[in-house]
């Protein structure tokens, strides 16, 4: 470089200090800036999602407010329903200025619900949300919207993975519901001891409520508190079927009842749990009947995963029955991923295929074990191999034992000799066996329509019609303080019998006058 190089570029270094000092700024990177104002943007977006969120609190807590001075469960109801909206609105931030804004300056429980939540990383610039007036902030708190707030508390731990601290929540409000007596508690305390339930089997500490769970089933049904009582029922099937502790389960069937005002949610899980008991149990007609109920009552648009758990049941006990599922239902979007094992095995006891059985129990075989059907498929061992035995009988007039044994893939004739003497004793086939030559000989068709199978089928499809025409009278809702809208008042009557005397007496003055 040159002398008067350098010189021209240290005079164009001053020149830029200069106009640096005479306040001229240097522009920013777009970039820079450009994220910024995104990063703003989302900002007030979540205050704005806040906002809205903590208007719907308020009305949440007008409509318990309502319930608790009309006695009315409908209000309370509509809260509840709510609540799986609300879960996906949930932070730290709302769930703070919720509680601030109801709980007086000092209160222990304030506190107490303070420590779940995060301090807030930035000053809040959001203006002051007001929930309660300033006469009534000190005052005290609603035990309803109490255990409502705790609630919100307790489900949000349980979505942000903090289990330990969910199940000392927990704790809190089963304290908080043991103080009080409200029949106006009973909906909100159903949804307490639910989650309560989920906090410890979450911690793997299902075990240790099994008698805290019995007191309360007890105490629920002596104050006739059927949603409390259906709640906490099949919380204990639920916690003895994970332990698959199905005699006690039945056992706790038989001697309590389910509540017939329960809840369609409360219902579709109990009828779960009885099919799940019922096939264990052998009873696979009475299991499959609770299945296809539990699946009418379960919500139409959501709950996917319950509805699955349902059809992978209920499909393996209709297999067990000897029916074949509908094809329609593996093709629905929702199930079709997670019911393809299933798919195979319909398709290998409806062909009567072994060898596509055993591929798919060993294929799946860790899956049927997680989901609580591996017991039940293995049964099904013998229905392949039945419905191989018809399919032969159908196909062939005669064959011989040692084809038998080929087609079902056995070890020997004999084996094969042995399970079609069975099959005819079932009346799975008509036919009959000559030892001696070692073959197989089918029987006429008999004509079905002049045997008792149609009565029967049509016995059953009567029955099974009738049973969900009577649940669909009872699960029947009208609005409260209905049944008298049209009936007249006292006065009305006696206004009405005064204008009936009164024509009377002129139709008989009428009378007396004509000649």
Same mark, same amino acid.
């Given at each position: 470089?040159?002398f008067t190089e350098d010189m021209a570029s240290k005079i164009v270094k001053e020149e830029e200090m200069m106009d ?99 301090? +807030?990383?930035? +000053? ?81 500490? /299902?075990?240790?409520?099994r008698s805290f769970l019995h007191a309360k089933l007890r105490t629920a049904t002596l104050r006739h508190n059927d ?95 000897? /029916? ?9 979007? +929702? ?179 004509? +000649?």
């Amino acid at each position: 470089m040159t002398f008067t190089e350098d010189m021209a570029s240290k005079i164009v270094k001053e020149e830029e200090m200069m106009d640096t000092s005479n306040g001229d700024v240097v522009p920013d990177d777009p970039k820079k800036d450009s994220e910024e104002s995104e990063k703003e943007k989302k900002q007030k977006q979540a205050l704005e999602k806040d906002a809205v969120t903590l208007e719907d609190f308020k009305e949440h807590v007008k409509q318990i407010e309502k319930a608790v001075s009309t006695k009315e469960k409908n209000y309370l109801t509509r809260v509840l329903r709510a609540l799986t909206s609300t879960r996906r609105k949930l932070n730290h931030r709302v769930l703070r200025k919720f509680i601030v804004a109801f709980f007086p300056a000092v209160s222990p429980t304030k506190d107490l619900l303070l420590e779940y939540l995060d301090e +807030p990383m930035e +000053p809040d610039t959001s203006p002051v949300f007001k929930l309660r007036s300033a006469k009534t902030v000190n005052g005290p708190a609603t035990p309803e919207i109490d255990v409502y707030i705790h609630l919100l508390v307790l489900i949000h731990l349980l979505d942000t993975k903090r289990n330990t601290d969910a199940v000392k929540c927990s704790d809190q409000m089963m304290l908080k519901l043991d103080t009080v007596n409200r029949r106006t508690l009973d909906q909100l305390s159903a949804k307490a001891y639910y989650f309560h339930g989920r906090a410890y089997e979450l911690t793997g500490q /299902e075990v240790s409520i099994r008698s805290f769970l019995h007191a309360k089933l007890r105490t629920a049904t002596l104050r006739h508190n059927d949603e409390g009582q259906a709640t906490i029922l099949n919380l204990l099937l639920r916690n003895y079927l994970l332990h698959n502790l199905y005699d006690q389960a039945d056992k706790l069937v038989a001697k309590s009842s389910f509540p017939e005002s329960a809840s369609n949610n409360e219902w579709a899980r109990f009828l779960y749990y009885m099919g799940r008991i019922k096939a264990i149990q052998l009873e696979y007609s009475e299991s499959n009947k609770n299945l296809l109920q539990a699946v009418r009552k379960a919500p139409q648009h959501s709950a996917v995963g319950f509805k699955q758990a349902v059809h992978k049941l209920a499909i393996t006990v209709q297999l067990l029955i000897g /029916e074949l599922p509908d094809r329609a239902l593996f093709r629905q979007k +929702p199930y079709r991923k997670a019911l393809f094992p299933y798919l195979q095995l319909t398709q290998a006891v409806r062909t009567g295929n072994l060898s596509l059985f055993n591929q798919t129990l060993e294929t799946f075989s860790s899956k049927f074990q997680s989901e609580g059907t591996y017991t039940l498929i293995i049964r099904l061992h013998h229905n392949v191999i039945k419905t191989g035995v018809r399919m032969i009988s159908l196909s062939y007039s005669r064959i011989s034992l040692v084809d038998v044994a080929k087609k079902l893939e056995l070890d020997s004739p004999e084996d094969a000799e042995f399970i079609v003497a069975k099959a005819i004793r079932d009346g799975v086939i008509e036919a009959s066996i000559d030892h001696e030559k070692g073959y197989v000989k089918s029987k006429e068709k008999v004509d079905v329509y002049s045997t008792r199978e149609p009565t029967a089928a049509f016995h059953q499809r009567i029955t099974f019609c009738l049973d969900i025409h009577n649940q669909s009278i009872k699960a029947m809702r009208f609005p409260p303080k209905s049944y008298n809208k049209d009936l007249e008042s006292a006065e009305e009557r006696k206004e009405r019998e005064q204008q009936d005397l009164e024509l009377a007496k002129e139709m008989a003055e009428d009378d007396e006058d004509f +000649p």
